[in-house]
């Protein structure tokens, strides 16, 4: 019988930039986009924030994530450090109810009044999530640095939730 999922060849994976910004919280290399890595690492996951339906921002990030497919390689860092990890599933709408329940999203965002992520999820956006087999962090290189921040001189926008940067 047919092999489900079928890895895909060399030839045919890409490589994606992921980031852990969520809402109007500060980007990579601040405390709290380190600790939104590190949530999206301990869960095996990548998290997307993309707002209501039918608005520019939703209609760019389901463009993103729907260029993803099982097999695909991805690169999440911080400052010095990153992690890389391949795909597991492509990205899916996740319930908000997921995201109340994360233990590890409640150790970053402890504020429900102040944080974004929270008035987001009273607000009804919409989040999408695949699921990522994460290897363990590891030290940037500076040309892995070069690629990941700054995939503009690979025709790709400098900033965005998920990127393909290779």
Known sequence: S?????????????????????????????KIGMATSDAFYQMGCHMVGCSHRDTPYYNRMTTHASKVNVGDKCYMY???YYYE??????????????????????????????????????????????????????????ELEDILKHPEKRGFPAQGTILRVL
């Open 85 to 142: 990890g391949v795909f597991l599933t492509e990205y899916e709408e996740i319930d908000n109810e997921f995201i109340k329940n994360s233990e590890e999203l409640k150790k970053v965002f402890t504020n429900k009044e102040e944080d974004d992520i929270w008035k987001a999820i009273e607000a009804g956006k919409v989040h999408m999530k695949a699921q990522i087999k994460w290897n363990t962090k590891k030290i940037l290189s500076a």
């Open 2 to 30: 047919p092999v489900e999922n079928p890895l895909p060849r060399e030839q045919d994976i890409k490589h994606f930039k992921l980031m852990s910004k969520w809402g109007n919280s500060p980007g990579t290399g601040t």
């Open 78 to 80: 911080h400052k010095n």
